[in-house]
């Protein structure tokens, strides 16, 4: 059994250490989000995060697309590009017809989908597969318009962190921390952290608390 202030030391210095460890902790996440400022926006924009803007902002044809450009289109050619189409989440797919009233137009149809409109991704004839007078969506347009949607989500999420950080990024300071601990005295001026696997072999009174106080000056910079 140890004497109460060899005791009373283990339990600050366990408790000091906690509190070190947590300051390293918060340290390393300061450096890492300052870090992050750097960082080119599309990193901040996940694949599930692109699936969710696809489908909201370029959602899918209310009808087949085959009735609706039939007006203007080739029946026949109409039928031949779009055999194998099929109703997805988003009219952003390879396959999938694209619309512009300038460069692909089908009759008083505006941009569908509004790739442009919507991102400033200007698809070129080279990037589309061109049949026709009909313009369908590539893996590589399709691609562009990932990109671009990636870019417009990140920079969202960049210049949060950038608001942030001209706000100051919170940085929580330990100015002290109550120490309780349950202990088991002896005979003489000495304990030892309690075990409740030998109460029963307590002195009677022997059971008690040791309670501490530890205050922390910060000198560190900010």
Known sequence: MADL??????VVLES?????????EAAAERAS??????????????????EAFLRERFPPFERD???????????DLLRKALSRWEPGETAVRPGS????????????????PPVERVLGVEL????????????????SAVRRVRDAAAERIG?????????VAEQGYPRPVVEGIDVETKVTFG????????????????????????????HFEDESGP
Request: charged share 30%; proline share 8%; net charge negative.
């Open 5 to 10: 202030s060899t005791l009373v030391t283990g």
């Open 16 to 24: 000091t250490k906690g509190v070190a460890a947590a300051e390293v």
């Open 33 to 50: 989000f300052r870090e992050s400022l750097d960082r080119d926006p599309t990193a901040f924009a996940d694949r599930e995060a692109i």
């Open 65 to 75: 697309p085959r009735t609706v450009l039939e007006p203007y289109v080739d029946p």
């Open 97 to 112: 017809p694209y619309v512009h009233p300038d460069r692909f137009p089908a009759g008083p149809l505006s941009e569908t």
């Open 124 to 139: 070129t004839e080279r990037e589309l597969e061109v049949v026709g007078d009909l313009a369908l969506f590539t893996r």
């Open 155 to 163: 920079r969202r999420e960049l210049a949060a962190r950038r608001s």
């Open 187 to 214: 005979g003489e001026i000495d304990a030892t952290p309690f075990d409740a696997r030998y109460a029963e072999h307590a002195v009677a009174g022997g059971i008690g608390t040791v309670r501490t106080e530890l």
